[in-house]
C-alpha cells in the first residue's frame, strides 16, 4: 500500500504565499488533487490533475508536482482560505484512493 | 447544477449494518465519464476513502473496507448506495457521497453532498 504524508499545520501571513506539501511514492505515477474542508462543511475541490482548477476556484490556488511531492501553492492568501487541506491520489496498485492526514492553514 | 443528497439513519447498534443512499439530482447517474464515491470522517479527523461504482457496477473499495463494504447503483431512481456491515464504534464518522471523476492517473471529487453523521452505539 502507499502513503501521503501532510504538515499537520501551516501558517501564512495575509496576503503573503504558502506551499502545502504532500508526499508519497505513488505520486511518482500517479497525480495529487487537492480540497479544502472549512468547519462544518463538505470538502471542496479546489485542484486536480496537478494544476487544473475547477470553475469558481480563484486564480490564486495553484499546484505543482516534483518527484514524489505535489504542493498546492496559494499566492496572496486571503482570511477566508484558512481551512483544512487534504491532498489525494491513487496508492500503488493504480486502483484505490489514498488520502492524505491534511494541513490546517491558519491566515495571520 | 449537480446536486447529491445523502440519506439514512443517524444512529447503527453495533454489530449491525450501517446503510445510506445518495440522491443525485440535476444530472444523470448514467454516463460513462464519471464513478460515484463514498468518503468518510470521524468526528475531529480526516477523510477516508471507501470507495467508488461506476452506473454500470464497476467498483473499487478501500481494501481495509472491502470485506464490509458493499456498493450499489439505481439508475432507475438516479441514486447509489452504500452498505457497511458489523460496524463498531470506529464507523462512527461523517459519511459523503461525490461525483468521482476517475481517470487513468487521478480522481476528481467535484461535486459532495453536504454529509450524514452516523453514530454507532447501543
Known amino acids: 500500500s502507499s502513503e501521503l504524508t501532510q504538515d499537520p499545520a501551516v501558517s501564512v501571513a495575509l496576503g503573503q504565499t504558502v506551499r502545502i506539501t504532500c508526499q508519497g511514492d505513488?505520486?511518482?505515477?500517479?497525480?495529487a488533487t487537492w480540497c479544502q474542508q472549512k468547519p462544518g462543511q463538505a470538502p471542496v475541490l479546489v485542484i486536480y490533475?496537478?494544476?487544473n482548477r475547477p470553475s469558481g476556484i480563484p486564480d490564486r490556488f495553484s499546484g505543482s508536482s516534483s518527484g514524489n511531492t505535489a504542493s498546492l501553492i496559494i499566492t496572496g492568501a486571503q482570511a477566508e482560505d484558512e481551512a483544512d487541506y487534504y491532498c489525494?491520489?491513487?496508492?500503488?496498485?493504480?486502483?484505490?484512493?489514498?488520502f492524505g492526514g491534511g494541513t490546517k492553514l491558519t491566515v495571520l | 447544477q449537480l446536486q447529491l443528497q445523502e440519506s439514512g439513519p443517524g444512529l447503527v447498534n453495533p454489530s449491525e449494518t450501517l446503510s445510506l443512499t445518495c440522491a443525485v439530482s440535476?444530472?444523470?447517474?448514467?454516463?460513462?465519464?464519471?464513478?460515484w464515491g463514498w468518503i468518510r470522517q470521524p468526528p475531529g479527523k480526516g477523510l477516508e476513502w471507501i470507495g467508488s461504482?461506476?452506473?454500470?457496477?464497476?467498483?473499487y473499495y478501500n481494501p481495509s473496507l472491502k470485506s464490509r463494504v458493499t456498493l450499489s447503483v439505481d439508475t432507475s431512481k438516479n441514486q447509489f448506495s452504500l452498505e457497511l456491515s458489523s460496524v463498531t464504534a470506529a464507523d462512527t464518522a461523517f459519511y459523503y457521497c461525490?461525483?468521482?471523476?476517475?481517470?487513468?492517473?487521478?480522481?476528481?471529487?467535484?461535486?459532495w453532498g453536504q454529509g450524514t453523521m452516523v453514530t454507532v452505539s447501543s
Open positions: 440535476g444530472g444523470s447517474i448514467s454516463s460513462s465519464t464519471f464513478y
Open positions: 489525494h491520489s491513487r496508492d500503488s496498485s493504480g486502483n484505490h484512493v489514498i
Open positions: 490533475a496537478k494544476n
Open positions: 461504482i461506476s452506473y454500470s457496477g464497476t467498483i
Open positions: 461525490a461525483r468521482d471523476v476517475r481517470t487513468l492517473t487521478y480522481d476528481a471529487f467535484d461535486f
Open positions: 505513488s505520486l511518482r505515477s500517479y497525480y
